[in-house]
């Protein structure tokens, strides 16, 4: 059995801003659909520092 598959930018996805999902066409002719909620899933994003630092160059 051979496993096919191909890294895709959320860039190269069409977005729907009805469904909050975004779709890309897979190679078997139906649509591979993920929702921001899936995307955004476990990621976490920090909060800007507040602490400066000179670097010298």
């Known amino acids: 059995m051979s496993v096919f598959h191909d ?3 959320i860039e190269d996805f069409q977005y729907d801003e009805d469904s909050e999902a975004y779709f890309y ?6 649509n591979f659909c993920i929702t ?3 995307f955004m899933r476990g ?5 800007p520092s ?3 630092e ?3 160059c």
């Open 43 to 47: 990621e976490t994003v920090s909060p």
């Open 50 to 52: 507040t602490h400066k």
């Open 36 to 38: 921001k909620d899936q």
């Open 54 to 56: 000179l670097v010298k």
């Open 7 to 9: 890294e895709v930018e």
């Open 25 to 30: 066409p897979c190679p078997c002719g139906d």
